[in-house]
């Protein structure tokens, strides 16, 4: 991947270290309970739970859009709970997103999406390393390149899907993150945004992944490590392996369902 800034100079352990976080919206109720969650860089983590247990408001407070009522966000070692909004739109340069339904700009074409992102931040580099850059993100994510000038609507799902991720990759982000990034596709679609997220997570080490999740069995294929989460506190942080040698009844409860669906699938 050809360099821009802002440099990896960030060697630390952890990517994210979140401590004690608490969030409530209304005074009254906590969605965040005292979150304790440190993320490994360079390791691809995936966040589980039931729906409501307050994954996606983890991951906005993550991305600086939501700030807690109390506790310490961390990311790549700044405390981010009391940046300004500059100062978070820049540490948002050392993201990439990729969300559910790609949300890609209809009326752009797949060049013009990856295009977006570097025309809005990286206004000092020249047109064509520009041009150049974005090709190689769509070439990175597996678009045949006879689809670069294809807009959203004559593409398949699976296309629009590495669009996406090749816009999230625009600024060579340092953390990625995925909400639900399989929801509602069907099996083989499925796969291969699995199989797109761990080659993309090795296009460059140190790169950290974080995979927000329903799906019990992709975590298993591609975590490093995996957190429960369960009424606003991470009830279980460990490997695969240990969230299957469990005794939390919750936890057995959810590898019991995702293996259910497994089963079905085949
Ligand atoms: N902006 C908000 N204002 C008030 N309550 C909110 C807000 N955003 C989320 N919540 C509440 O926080 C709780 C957790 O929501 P969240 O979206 O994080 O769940 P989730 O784990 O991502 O669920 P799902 O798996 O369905 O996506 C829910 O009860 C939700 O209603
Ligand atoms: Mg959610």
Redesign the pocket.
């Known amino acids: 991947m050809t360099e821009i800034t802002p440099a990896r100079t960030f060697t630390g352990s952890h990517a994210i270290d979140i401590t004690d976080v608490r969030k409530s919206?209304?005074g009254k109720e906590f969605?965040l309970n005292g979150i304790d969650l440190k993320i490994p860089r360079g390791e691809i983590t995936v966040i589980i739970?039931?729906?409501?247990?307050?994954?996606?408001?983890?991951l906005k407070h993550i991305l600086g859009l939501l700030r807690p009522s109390s506790g310490s966000i961390k990311v790549l070692g700044n405390e981010i709970t009391n940046l300004d909004n500059n100062q978070l739109t820049f540490l948002r340069q050392r993201y990439g997103m990729l969300f559910q339904y790609a949300a890609l700009f209809d009326d752009m074409t797949a060049i013009e999406n990856v295009l977006f992102p570097l025309r809005e931040h990286r206004r000092d580099l020249p047109k064509s390393t520009m041009v150049e850059l974005a090709r190689e993100r769509l070439k990175d994510s597996g678009l045949d390149e006879k689809h670069f000038n294809k807009q959203p609507s004559e593409m398949s799902g699976g296309m629009r899907k590495r669009v996406g991720l090749a816009r999230a990759l625009a600024l060579d982000p340092e953390i990625l993150i995925y909400d639900?990034p399989t929801t509602g596709l069907d099996p083989v679609l499925t796969e291969m945004v699995d199989n797109l997220i761990v080659s993309t997570h090795n296009l460059k080490k140190g790169t950290t992944s974080i995979v927000?999740s329903?799906d019990l069995f992709a975590a298993f294929r591609i975590a490093d490590h995996v957190a429960m989460?369960d009424a606003g506190r991470v009830l279980l942080y460990g490997t695969p392996d240990d969230f299957l040698r469990s005794d939390i009844d919750l936890v057995k409860r959810f590898v019991a369902k995702g293996v259910h669906r497994e089963l079905e699938r085949k």
Not at 51 to 57: A, D, I, R
């Open positions: 919206f209304d969605v739970g039931y729906s409501g247990t307050g994954k996606s408001v983890l639900e927000v329903h989460l």
